[in-house]
C-alpha cells in the first residue's frame, strides 16, 4: 500500500476543506490543524460539525432555534436539524444565470447544453404541470429514463413541490419495473419513447403501456421524445389516453416556486439491487440528502463552480442522485447516455478532452475493462483539465490504481469512493490534501464515525472485519416504503449490532487511516473457517491477461466450504491446465494457500446487478441449485445458467 499521489502545496491551499478548517477554527476558537483532526472533531462534536458545514455550504433553510440533533444517542431515532425547513430544489437552482448546468453527450453524438437561468425555466414548467394534475407533497412521481436532462428537470420539478421522486433505467424489464413503482404507486410517470445502446435503438413504451395498466393510481404518462421526433404513442396500448409529450406538458412561463417542507420531508425512493428478493423501497429525506452532499461535493470532492464534474451513471444508479446534487455547487454537470464502449473505448475520454472535465466519475468494473481493452487515454486524447478520478461500485483493485496513474494521468487524484444506495452517499471516500495509497480509499467521511467492527462488536485497526456506523447521520433512511413499525428497517442494519449500523462491507482500517474494502460481507469465502475476500481474488489475477473477468463463490463441500473460481476468458482462449496452474499460482503468490480455489471452471458470461455489480450470492445459490428470488434485478440474468449443473462441481 505504497503512496503514489500526494497534492500540492498549491492545491491544498486552495481546497475548500482548507478553507473549512480555517473557518471553523476561527468560529470556535480552536487548532484544527489537518483533516486528521478535523474528522476527529467531526465525530466528537457532531452537532457543532453539521451547522457549520451547513453554513460553510451556505444551505438555504429556515433553521429555527430547535437543536441540531434531536435524540443523539439513538439509532435509529436521532433527527438531524428537527425545526428546520427547507426545499432540495431551491438548494439545487439557486444560481439563475448564465453558467452552464447540464452538458449532456450520447452514443449518437447528440448533445444539449443548458444554463442554470435555462434549466430553472425547463423545471419551473414541469413543475407547474404536476400541480396542475394535482400532485402534492407526499405524492410520488416516477421516472423510466435514459441518462437525459429531461431526467434532472422532472426530478427537481418534483422535488420544488415535495413530491417523492423515484426512477430506474429503461433497460429494466416488466416485471422489474413493477417490482420497484408497483409497490410505491406513481401518480405520474415520466418516460422516453426509447433509447440508444450499442448503436441499437431500444422501444420504452410498449414496456411502459403494459406496466402502467398495473399501476391504479397512475394519472398521467409524460413521453419524452428522444429516438423520434414523432413518438408513436399508439404503443402505450389503452394508457395512450393518458400519455402527454413532454413537449405540451407544463405552463410555459410559470413562475418558479419551491415548497418549504420539514428538514426530514422524503426526497427519493432509492430501491435494493433485489437480487435476494423483491427490492426494498428505501425513503431518503430530502434535508439529509442535501448536505450529506453538499459535505462530500465541497469538502471531499473539492468542486467549485468552475468544475466539469461526470459520471457514468445511469436513472437506476444512486450516483445518479449524488450528481444531481453538485447542481447545489454550481459546478457543470456532463451527462453520457449509451455504451461506454460504443463505437469504441475512448468514447467517454474523448467527451472528457472536449467538455474539458475536471472530475471524472466511474465504476471499478468499467477501469479494469478499459485496462483489458488496451486503451490509454494519455496517449489518445488531452486530460490537461482532469484533476480528479472516482471510481465506486465494487472495489477498486490496487491494480487498477496503477494503470491509472499509468495510462490516464499521472498527476490525478485517484479517490475510490464507497457507501451505498442505502445511505444515498458514502462512508469512505476521497480527500484532496491526503495522499493516495495504492489499493486504499483515502479516507473516512466527516461526521460518520466509521469504524470496524470485529466478530464480538470490537473496534479493530489493521484487522479485517465488519464496516459500521456507530453514531447517527443525516443521510441515514427515513424508513422503508410501507413499513410503518420500522421493523424491516431494523432488520435490514441494525440486528448485527444493537445500536450501530452494519453496511455489510468486509473491511479494515489502515495504518494511513484509510480504508481497504475485501468484498460484501455476506459473500465472504469461509474455506476451514478462514474469512476471505472475493475482493482479494480479483485482485490475484487482475494481471492475468487471459481473463477478462472472474467471480469466487464458496461451495458447500463434505461439511466445509471450499473456494470456486469462475473465468471468463479473451476469445480463443481455453482454460487448460496450463492456465489453471497459472492462475492458482498467481493466487498463491500474491495471497495465500488458503485463498487458491479448489476449481476453476470457465464460463461465457458472468451475472451482475444493473449497476455493474458482480452477484456473487445469485452464483452462490444456482450452484447450490436454490433459486434466485429475483432475476429481474440482473443486466443479464441469461449468464446464470452457465453455472447451474456443472459436472466439475460435482466431484
Same mark, same amino acid.
Given at each position: 500500500?505504497?503512496?503514489?499521489?500526494?497534492?500540492?502545496?498549491?492545491?491544498?491551499?486552495?481546497?475548500?476543506?482548507?478553507?473549512?478548517?480555517?473557518?471553523?477554527?476561527?468560529?470556535?476558537?480552536?487548532?484544527l490543524?489537518?483533516?486528521?483532526?478535523?474528522y476527529?472533531?467531526?465525530i466528537?462534536?457532531?452537532?457543532?460539525?453539521?451547522?457549520?458545514l451547513?453554513?460553510?455550504?451556505?444551505?438555504?433553510?429556515?433553521?429555527?432555534?430547535?437543536?441540531?440533533?434531536?435524540h443523539?444517542?439513538?439509532?435509529?431515532?436521532?433527527?438531524?436539524?428537527?425545526?428546520?425547513?427547507?426545499?432540495?430544489?431551491?438548494?439545487l437552482?439557486?444560481?439563475?444565470?448564465?453558467?452552464?448546468?447540464?452538458?449532456?453527450?450520447?452514443?449518437?453524438?447528440?448533445?444539449?447544453?443548458?444554463?442554470?437561468?435555462?434549466?430553472?425555466?425547463?423545471?419551473?414548467?414541469?413543475?407547474?404541470?404536476?400541480?396542475?394534475?394535482?400532485? /402534492?407533497?407526499?405524492?410520488?412521481?416516477?421516472?423510466?429514463?435514459?441518462?437525459?436532462?429531461?431526467?434532472?428537470?422532472?426530478?427537481?420539478?418534483t422535488?420544488?413541490?415535495?413530491?417523492?421522486?423515484?426512477?430506474?433505467?429503461?433497460?429494466?424489464?416488466?416485471q422489474?419495473?413493477?417490482?420497484?413503482?408497483?409497490?410505491?404507486?406513481?401518480?405520474?410517470?415520466?418516460?422516453?419513447?426509447?433509447?440508444?445502446y450499442?448503436?441499437?435503438?431500444?422501444d420504452?413504451?410498449?414496456h411502459?403501456?403494459?406496466?402502467?395498466?398495473?399501476?391504479?393510481?397512475?394519472?398521467?404518462?409524460?413521453?419524452?421524445?428522444?429516438?423520434?421526433?414523432?413518438?408513436?404513442?399508439?404503443?402505450?396500448?389503452?394508457?395512450?389516453?393518458?400519455?402527454?409529450?413532454?413537449?405540451?406538458?407544463?405552463?410555459r412561463?410559470?413562475?418558479?416556486?419551491?415548497?418549504?417542507?420539514?428538514?426530514?420531508?422524503?426526497?427519493?425512493?432509492?430501491?435494493?439491487?433485489?437480487?435476494?428478493?423483491?427490492?426494498?423501497?428505501i425513503?431518503?429525506?430530502?434535508?439529509?440528502?442535501?448536505?450529506?452532499?453538499?459535505?462530500?461535493?465541497?469538502?471531499?470532492?473539492?468542486?467549485?463552480r468552475?468544475?466539469?464534474?461526470?459520471?457514468f451513471?445511469?436513472?437506476?444508479?444512486m450516483?445518479?442522485?449524488?450528481?444531481?446534487?453538485?447542481?447545489?455547487?454550481g459546478?457543470?454537470?456532463?451527462?453520457?447516455?449509451?455504451?461506454?464502449?460504443?463505437?469504441?473505448?475512448?468514447?467517454?475520454?474523448?467527451?472528457?478532452?472536449?467538455?474539458?472535465?475536471?472530475?471524472?466519475?466511474?465504476?471499478?468494473?468499467?477501469?479494469?475493462?478499459?485496462?483489458?481493452?488496451?486503451?490509454?487515454?494519455?496517449?489518445?486524447?488531452?486530460?490537461?483539465?482532469?484533476?480528479?478520478?472516482?471510481?465506486?461500485?465494487?472495489p477498486?483493485?490496487?491494480?487498477?490504481?496503477?494503470?491509472?496513474?499509468?495510462?490516464?494521468?499521472?498527476?490525478?487524484?485517484?479517490?475510490?469512493?464507497?457507501?451505498?444506495?442505502?445511505?444515498?452517499?458514502?462512508?469512505?471516500?476521497?480527500?484532496?490534501?491526503?495522499?493516495?495509497?495504492?489499493?486504499?480509499?483515502?479516507?473516512?467521511?466527516?461526521?460518520?464515525?466509521?469504524?470496524?467492527?470485529?466478530?464480538?462488536?470490537?473496534?479493530?485497526?489493521? /484487522?479485517?472485519?465488519?464496516?459500521?456506523c456507530?453514531?447517527?447521520?443525516?443521510?441515514?433512511?427515513?424508513?422503508?416504503?410501507?413499513?410503518?413499525?420500522?421493523?424491516?428497517?431494523?432488520?435490514?442494519?441494525?440486528?448485527?449490532?444493537?445500536?450501530?449500523?452494519?453496511?455489510?462491507?468486509?473491511?479494515e482500517?489502515?495504518?494511513?487511516?484509510?480504508?481497504?474494502?475485501?468484498?460484501?460481507?455476506?459473500?465472504?469465502?469461509?474455506?476451514?473457517?478462514?474469512?476471505?475476500?472475493?475482493?482479494?481474488?480479483?485482485?490475484?489475477?487482475?494481471?492475468?491477461?487471459?481473463?477478462? /473477468?472472474?467471480?469466487?463463490?464458496g461451495?458447500?463441500?463434505?461439511?466445509d466450504?471450499r473456494?470456486?473460481?469462475?473465468?471468463?476468458?479473451?476469445?480463443?482462449?481455453?482454460?487448460?491446465?496450463?492456465?489453471?496452474?497459472?492462475?492458482?499460482?498467481?493466487?498463491?503468490?500474491?495471497?495465500?494457500?488458503?485463498?487458491?480455489?479448489?476449481?476453476?471452471?470457465?464460463?461465457?458470461?458472468?451475472?451482475?446487478?444493473?449497476?455493474g455489480?458482480?452477484?456473487?450470492?445469485?452464483?452462490?445459490d444456482?450452484?447450490?441449485?436454490?433459486p434466485?428470488?429475483?432475476?429481474?434485478?440482473?443486466?443479464?440474468?441469461?449468464?446464470?445458467e452457465?453455472?447451474?449443473?456443472?459436472?466439475e462441481?460435482s466431484?
Open positions: 500500500m505504497n503512496e503514489i499521489w500526494r497534492p500540492s502545496a498549491q492545491r491544498i491551499a486552495a481546497a475548500n476543506v482548507t478553507r473549512f478548517i480555517a473557518c471553523v477554527n476561527a468560529r470556535r476558537n480552536l487548532a490543524g489537518d483533516y486528521a483532526e478535523l476527529a472533531w467531526s466528537e462534536q457532531p452537532a457543532e460539525f453539521w451547522r457549520e451547513v453554513r460553510f455550504a451556505n444551505v438555504r433553510a429556515d433553521w429555527s432555534s430547535g437543536p441540531t440533533i434531536e443523539p444517542d439513538r439509532m435509529p431515532g436521532a433527527r438531524f436539524f428537527p425545526q428546520a425547513r427547507l426545499n432540495f430544489a431551491e438548494n437552482l439557486r444560481f439563475l444565470d448564465s453558467h452552464l448546468a447540464v452538458v449532456f453527450h450520447n452514443e449518437r453524438g447528440m448533445t444539449q447544453r443548458l444554463t442554470y437561468r435555462e434549466l430553472a425555466e425547463q423545471v419551473a414548467r414541469i413543475a407547474a404541470g404536476l400541480k396542475d394534475l394535482g400532485v /402534492e407533497p407526499g405524492d410520488r412521481v416516477a421516472g423510466y429514463l435514459p441518462n437525459l436532462p429531461q431526467a434532472l428537470i422532472a426530478m427537481l420539478a422535488a420544488s413541490i415535495g413530491a417523492i421522486w423515484s426512477s430506474c433505467s429503461p433497460d429494466f424489464g416488466i422489474g419495473v413493477l417490482d420497484r413503482f408497483g409497490q410505491i404507486e406513481p401518480k405520474v410517470l415520466f418516460t422516453a419513447d426509447g433509447y440508444f450499442s448503436g441499437k435503438v431500444l420504452s413504451l410498449t411502459i403501456g403494459e406496466v402502467a395498466q398495473l399501476l391504479p393510481g397512475l394519472r398521467r404518462i409524460v413521453v419524452i421524445e428522444y429516438v423520434g421526433a414523432n413518438p408513436e404513442l399508439g404503443r402505450l396500448g389503452p394508457s395512450q389516453r393518458n400519455a402527454t409529450l413532454w413537449g405540451q406538458f407544463g405552463r412561463g410559470a413562475a418558479l416556486q419551491f415548497a418549504a417542507l420539514p428538514f426530514n420531508h422524503p426526497l427519493y425512493i432509492l430501491f435494493s439491487s433485489g437480487t435476494t428478493g423483491a427490492p426494498k423501497c425513503v431518503h429525506g430530502a434535508g439529509g440528502t442535501l448536505v450529506q452532499h453538499q459535505k462530500e461535493h465541497l469538502l471531499h470532492v473539492d468542486l467549485k468552475a468544475d466539469r464534474i461526470f459520471y451513471t445511469t436513472c437506476g444508479w450516483m445518479w442522485n449524488w450528481l444531481a446534487s453538485a447542481l447545489a455547487t459546478a457543470t454537470l456532463v451527462l453520457y447516455d449509451g455504451n461506454p464502449f460504443h463505437p469504441d473505448p475512448g468514447v467517454l475520454w474523448r467527451m472528457a478532452a472536449q467538455e474539458r472535465i475536471t472530475v471524472f466519475g466511474t465504476s471499478a468494473k468499467y477501469l479494469t475493462a478499459l485496462e483489458k481493452n488496451g486503451y490509454s487515454p494519455a496517449r489518445a486524447v488531452d486530460l490537461g483539465a482532469l484533476t480528479s478520478i472516482l471510481s465506486t461500485g465494487s477498486l483493485l490496487p491494480e487498477s490504481f496503477d494503470f491509472v496513474y499509468r495510462a490516464v494521468k499521472p498527476q490525478v487524484q485517484l479517490a475510490s469512493i464507497s457507501g451505498g444506495t442505502d445511505i444515498v452517499s458514502c462512508f469512505a471516500l476521497g480527500c484532496p490534501t491526503r495522499p493516495v495509497y495504492r489499493g486504499e480509499l483515502q479516507c473516512r467521511g466527516l461526521g460518520l464515525r466509521v469504524e470496524i467492527f470485529d466478530e464480538t462488536g470490537r473496534p479493530v485497526r489493521a /484487522e479485517r472485519g465488519e464496516l459500521v456507530s453514531a447517527p447521520f443525516p443521510s441515514m433512511p427515513i424508513g422503508f416504503w410501507n413499513d410503518a413499525d420500522g421493523q424491516r428497517y431494523r432488520a435490514a442494519y441494525f440486528e448485527r449490532f444493537p445500536g450501530v449500523w452494519h453496511h455489510g462491507d468486509y473491511a482500517l489502515t495504518e494511513h487511516d484509510g480504508i481497504v474494502i475485501y468484498g460484501r460481507s455476506d459473500a465472504v469465502l469461509n474455506p476451514g473457517g478462514v474469512r476471505i475476500g472475493t475482493a482479494e481474488l480479483y485482485a490475484a489475477i487482475a494481471c492475468c491477461d487471459e481473463v477478462l /473477468e472472474s467471480i469466487a463463490v461451495q458447500d463441500w463434505r461439511g466450504v473456494v470456486v473460481l469462475f473465468v471468463r476468458l479473451r476469445e480463443g482462449l481455453e482454460l487448460d491446465d496450463a492456465l489453471k496452474r497459472k492462475i492458482r499460482a498467481q493466487i498463491r503468490t500474491r495471497t495465500t494457500p488458503r485463498h487458491v480455489p479448489a476449481k476453476i471452471i470457465a464460463v461465457a458470461d458472468i451475472p451482475r446487478t444493473r449497476s455489480k458482480l452477484t456473487e450470492l445469485a452464483v452462490r444456482v450452484i447450490h441449485g436454490r434466485v428470488k429475483n432475476i429481474d434485478a440482473l443486466a443479464n440474468p441469461h449468464a446464470l452457465y453455472f447451474r449443473d456443472l459436472p462441481l466431484g
